[in-house]
């Protein structure tokens, strides 16, 4: 089938399956997920454990310095201001010296902690673009006609751009905010274990509500992650297809459709903005409460001289100290599970799986001759319909092979096999008798080179984009190409000549020309097997004159599969092959068959009544 395309099954369950199954799958699949994200984060993390140690080094030092501060304070209450009443001002001056070294060591050590943090995720970030950029260039096109490039620019920008959001201030913040939780509960405790248990009496309300936060907004973040790359998505989708939206009309509808996805977007935010509103504020209360709980508790002993002034201060201050962090980690939450969610997508994008792979020991083919065998080759898309059932076809090498046909007939999928975007499903594929599947990706993409309809053209110059068919040739091999397929001429017309830039998709160029571009870059690749599939279909007949004049160039001495509506450049094939349902039905020199009764003679009249 010319062109089609196949989307990835749904799952399908059993049809017997109770809701405690399905239960018992969605927690299996979910843990899964999670399981593969954990993976993926430790994968990131591993090779960076000595600088994750340094840098627990420092907030733990930070956090020392922090912690430090409240117990120096009833020091002084307690010892040093008697003392001082007594005339002994060292003992004032040691506290207030060992308070200055503490604030300074815990501030330096923060900042470096800052930093050494930074980097850390940087670094991740950084890694984990390259990662998610190679595994989608590796991935077949399969993946690529099924997986919508919104979905993979969602995975490059919003899903990345959360995780940035964690690690470059919501984990540093966390981490500092339990080691200060901890060391500070632990020093209350020491200090005093009676306004150590109003504390841990605090902690019940407080443990309670963080949990009721953590089970609402992780539903309404993953609601938040789907309803911001479905928007993505439709944005993208309608950038790229500006001239279809333009040409019918149809910008109300996509703006209602952009609206409403908008509008979710926004719903879905404002429902985390209204569980963030009860759970900071709540945390609050119970902080304060518990504040004037150990100061009634803390007074009272006070009071009664079973506690001195210096250590109820230094409660007081480690009570309101405690429940600071809790609310940036209320805060870190938020982030958390936005990022958690993005990277269970980042996984699923990192854990997809090529479905044409690179062969574990390749048989190696330097110099092609260009002989290619289909051998008994039945193909179907996924689990569709058998699009070619059973397909035997030898090419000679140098032989120049017209495949004509309606649509849907099998052509642009013969043409997936022979470069190998797809593999057989059954049967081989042959280069000068080695299985394409055997052959290593170099090998095979020097030697097989297809050129398409849509002819793209990379921002950057002309030099670079015809430099495409083989990085690092000389201006001399680029010129000669260009010469050779006729586009010397109207490139040095250019306001730049080979240096002139041209724009996304070409901009700066006709059709025709840029067709005749990509066919210098296909000469300069100088393959053994050429394959154009639809190369001409979308110039007028000016440009095609043009187009065919390089064609005849650029198809000498070399094996080549021409797809074509066109009956114009079939005139130039060897050997024309009409498909019908996948097979061959026709088989011969394109004058005998048009001299014929059969299938291409009908083609042909058909095309030859359209030109008059």
């Known amino acids: 089938m010319s062109g089609a395309t196949h989307s990835p099954r749904p799952a399908r369950r059993p049809t017997d399956a109770t809701a405690d199954d399905a239960t018992r799958l969605d927690s299996a699949t979910s843990k899964s997920v999670r399981s593969r994200s ?9 090779p ?16 020392l310095g922090q912690v430090a501060g409240p117990w120096l304070v009833s020091l002084a209450i307690d010892d040093a201001v008697p003392a001082l009443m007594d005339g002994d001002a060292s003992t004032l001056a040691l506290v207030g010296s060992a308070y200055l070294v503490a604030a300074v060591a815990g501030g330096l050590c923060a900042g470096a902690y800052v930093r050494a943090a930074a980097r850390i995720a940087q670094s991740v970030l950084l890694d984990l673009r390259r990662r998610v950029f190679r595994h989608t260039q590796l991935l077949s096109l399969e993946f690529h006609e099924s997986y919508t490039s919104g979905r993979i620019i969602s995975r490059q920008t919003s899903d990345l751009e959360a995780l940035r959001e964690l690690l470059d201030g919501g984990l540093t913040g966390v981490v500092s905010s339990l080691m200060l939780m901890i060391f500070t509960g632990l020093t209350l405790f020491l200090m005093d274990w009676r306004s150590g248990l109003v504390l841990a009496a605090a902690l019940v309300p407080a443990w309670l509500l963080t949990r009721w936060f953590q089970k609402h907004s992780q539903v309404f973040y993953r609601e938040q992650r789907t309803t911001s790359a479905r928007l993505i998505v439709k944005f993208v989708e309608t950038m790229t297809g500006m001239r279809a939206v333009q040409a019918f009309r149809r910008e109300p509808t996509t703006e209602a459709e952009y609206d409403r996805l908008g509008e979710e977007y926004r719903d879905a935010n404002l429902r985390i903005f209204s569980v963030n509103g009860r759970y900071q504020p709540g945390l609050v209360l119970i902080g304060n409460v518990a504040v004037a709980a150990a100061l009634a508790v803390g007074g009272w002993r006070v009071y009664s001289g079973a506690l001195d002034v210096g250590v109820l201060v230094a409660a007081l201050l480690y009570v309101k100290r405690f429940f600071q962090p809790i609310q940036q980690l209320g805060m870190f939450y938020n982030s958390l599970q936005s990022a958690v969610a993005a990277l269970e997508k980042v996984s699923g994008l990192l854990a997809e799986e090529p479905t044409v792979v690179e062969p574990r020991r390749p048989t190696p083919l330097p110099q092609a001759r260009g002989a290619l065998h289909l051998a008994d080759v039945t193909f179907r898309y996924g689990d569709g319909p058998v699009i070619l059932p059973d397909l035997d076809l030898a090419i000679p090498a140098g032989q120049t092979v017209a495949l004509v046909g309606t649509t849907g007939a099998g052509k642009s999928t013969v043409a997936k096999l022979v470069t190998r975007f797809y593999d057989a499903t059954q049967g081989r594929v042959l280069l000068d008798g080695v299985d394409v599947r055997d052959l290593s990706t170099t090998d095979l993409r020097r030697a097989v080179v297809m050129v398409t309809q849509e002819a793209y053209l990379f921002s950057g110059s002309v030099r670079e984009n015809i430099a495409l068919g083989r990085p690092g040739a000389p201006q001399e091999d680029i010129e000669a190409a260009a010469r050779a397929v006729g586009a010397h001429d109207f490139i040095m017309a250019m306001p730049d000549g080979y240096d002139t830039e041209v724009n996304k998709r070409g901009g700066r160029v006709s059709a025709g ?27 007028d007949l000016p440009g095609e004159r043009l187009v065919q004049r390089g064609l ?24 024309v092959l009409v498909m019908e349902h996948g097979r ?29």
């Open 38 to 46: 954990l993976r993926l984060l430790g994968d990131l993390l591993r």
């Open 48 to 63: 960076r454990a000595r600088s994750l140690a340094w840098a627990g080094v420092l907030v733990v030092l930070a956090t």
């Open 584 to 612: 061959v039905i026709e088989d011969g020199a394109p004058a005998d068959l048009a001299a014929g009764d059969g299938r291409y003679a009908a083609l042909y009249a058909a095309w030859r009544d359209s030109l008059v």
């Open 552 to 575: 005849q160039t650029l198809l000498a001495d070399r094996t080549a599969i021409i797809i074509a509506h066109r009956l114009s450049t079939v005139d130039i094939a060897d050997r």
């Open 513 to 539: 020309q840029r067709q005749l571009l990509s066919f210098a870059r296909a000469f300069l690749a100088d393959p053994a097997v050429l394959v154009l599939d639809e190369a001409t279909s979308s110039l």
